[in-house]
């Protein structure tokens, strides 16, 4: 092969030009031809006995070159890694593949993205003071009102609505005198003072008794859906019903009712554990974070779309099984918040792009430092991940490449380096 071309586009894209040779595009052909010549009929010849030649006679002289180039693409791809020195990411954009006269070979161009190199400043004693991860009383108390709330009775009242009852309504939304869609609601279940309507909403509901119609003026907030933002609406409600939420005494009989403890007392400790854990966890993601803008910020460098992309995916996968996790369909949890998943992975670009950044500096860090994965290290990878995900360890591998691996291990040692160097102080 002979790399012709290789020119420098910017942001951390190149155009190359690629041609295989004579030899190496034949065998690329045999290749082809003995994949497909079991599918082709030529008359007089039994299915799939047909010689090459016939075949290229009879329907055509590229008929093999599809597969042909496609066979010799990894090859393609792997030489212009190496002769043109960049670290290519992400899968090329072929724009143009073309046979050379009397098939004396096949030329590929294609626009690829590539790892840039990037120059460090410090990244190992680096000052930074740790936040702060206490826990405090009114935390806990906190943490036991959810559990109250989420374990109260609610029993039917004959009295008006105040702030925190269950109302059963009927409504309908009006704009310029005309319904609209998604306006209308019967016997909705509305907590007061959830803030789950537009706002206003609760409020207007709050003296109502059960049978009482009322209007509400109200307006829509500037931040809802571009079709009502900021307008004028009326909404037309009937109480049909006032539930009053009972909430539980917290004593020890209810810490027995919603825990494993015997104990108030134990339960609260229990709380203080679990809170302390999660602040602590905070505390370090914040500390790592400070310490990658600190390291980021010393180089200003392309960062490949692919990269960016690769990281909004994760993140927008991450929050998909957080919101799966309790119960809710993400594409309606989004729906509530007035937003898609497109828009929403788009709101992650800033995000996706400073993971990307740290990544790099991080593999810079690994090649300054030296830090190799290990064969073993790798292993232990796959069978962490096999373990984890229930898959079997041979297909991971088949789907996970084993540089991808490598890379994953390499930034993850980089950061303990970074971590473990840096002079932490209290905030």
């Not at 806990?140 to 269950?166: C, F, H, M, Y």
């Not at 500037?222 to 009326?234: F, I, N, P, S, T």
Request: net charge negative; glycine share 8%.
């Amino acid at each position: 092969m002979n790399l012709k071309n290789c020119e420098k586009k910017g942001n951390s894209t190149a155009e190359l030009v690629i041609e295989a040779n004579t030899e190496e595009f034949e065998v690329a052909i045999g290749k082809s031809f003995m994949k497909n010549r079991g599918h082709i009929t030529v008359s007089g010849f039994r299915k799939g006995k047909a010689p090459r030649k016939i075949i290229e006679k009879v329907y055509g002289a590229t008929i093999f070159h599809n597969d042909a180039f496609e066979a010799l693409l990894p090859g393609v791809l792997e030489y212009a890694e190496n002769d043109s020195g960049l670290r290519l990411v992400g899968q090329p954009e072929i724009t143009d593949v073309s046979v050379m006269d009397n098939n004396a070979g096949v030329s590929f161009t294609m626009t690829v993205s590539y790892y840039p190199e990037i120059t460090l400043g410090e990244y190992k004693g680096l000052s930074v003071s740790r936040p702060l991860a206490e826990v405090l009383e009114s935390d806990i108390d906190a943490s036991i009102e959810e559990t109250r709330k989420r374990n109260a009775r609610i029993e039917k009242v004959d009295r008006p609505a105040i702030d925190g009852d269950v109302a059963i309504i009927d409504f309908e939304g009006f704009m310029g005198g005309n319904p609209f869609q998604g306006g209308k609601g019967k016997d909705h279940e509305l907590t007061i003072g959830a803030g789950e309507l537009i706002p206003g909403f609760d409020e207007g509901i709050i003296g109502m008794k059960a049978g009482e119609v009322r209007e509400l003026e109200l307006v829509f907030p500037e931040d809802y859906e571009k079709q009502y933002a900021g307008k004028d609406v009326l909404f037309k409600v009937r109480l049909n019903e006032v539930r009053e939420c009972i909430l539980p005494d917290v004593d020890d009989e209810f810490t027995m009712d919603v825990s494993e403890f015997d104990t108030l007392e134990e339960y609260r400790e229990s709380i203080r554990e679990g809170l302390q854990k999660a602040k602590q966890a905070d505390s370090d993601a914040e500390l790592e974070d400070a310490l990658f803008e600190m390291i980021t910020d010393s180089f200003d460098v392309d960062i490949p779309d692919v990269l960016v992309e690769e990281e909004m995916d994760k993140a927008m996968n991450s929050f998909s099984r957080q919101i799966a996790s309790i119960g809710l369909d993400p594409v309606e949890y989004l729906k509530m918040r007035n937003t898609t998943p497109d828009e929403y992975r788009e709101s992650l670009r800033p995000v996706g792009m400073q993971r990307a950044k740290v990544n790099l500096a991080l593999e810079r860090i690994a090649d300054l430092e030296g830090i190799e994965a290990s064969p073993e290290d790798i292993e232990a990878e796959y069978v962490k991940a096999a373990e984890s995900s229930g898959k079997d360890i041979s297909k991971l591998k088949e789907s996970v490449p084993e540089k991808t691996v490598a890379r994953s291990i390499k930034i993850r040692l980089a950061s303990k380096l970074v971590i473990d160097s840096a002079a932490i102080g209290d905030s």
